[in-house]
């Protein structure tokens, strides 16, 4: 079984900048594709970020687009979100996912993934 923990959420002003971690533990962490998702208050879980197992293949929301990146440093099991630009509506707590396999055509489901974190909360004030 993989667990995963994240961590680096916390208060930031708009505008601002986050790095989000995801520790992943229990197997060979670059077997596994691994993605960002969201919820914030009184919503659901929506997709954010995606990454394959090679660190080959991205992809984003397009509400964050061009703001957040994610990577992937197999040497530290750690998968991060880098988040810029951020603004009010980013305010939700971030999960982190991971999944031994994937076609790439449905990678923006919560279903696709099996394993994911407890979350971190990101709060970004106006």
């Known amino acids: 079984q993989v667990q995963l923990v994240e961590s680096g959420g916390g208060l930031v002003q708009a505008g601002g900048s986050l790095r989000l971690s995801c520790a992943v533990s229990?197997?060979?962490?670059?077997?596994?594709?691994m993605a960002w998702f969201r919820q914030a208050p009184g919503k659901e879980r929506e997709f954010v970020a995606a990454?394959?197992?090679?660190?080959?293949?991205?992809y984003y929301a397009d509400s964050v687009n061009g703001r957040v990146t994610i990577s992937r440093e197999d040497a530290k099991n750690t998968v991060y979100l880098q988040m810029n630009s951020l603004k009010p509506e980013d305010t939700a707590v971030y999960y982190c996912?991971?999944?031994?396999?994937?076609?790439?055509?449905?990678?923006?489901?919560?279903?696709?993934?099996?394993?994911w974190g407890q979350g971190t909360q990101v709060t970004v004030s106006s």
């Open positions: 229990g197997r060979t962490f670059s077997y596994y594709n």
């Open positions: 996912a991971a999944t031994p396999a994937m076609g790439w055509s449905s990678y923006f489901k919560e279903s696709e993934w099996p394993y």
């Open positions: 990454l394959s197992r090679s660190g080959g293949t991205t």
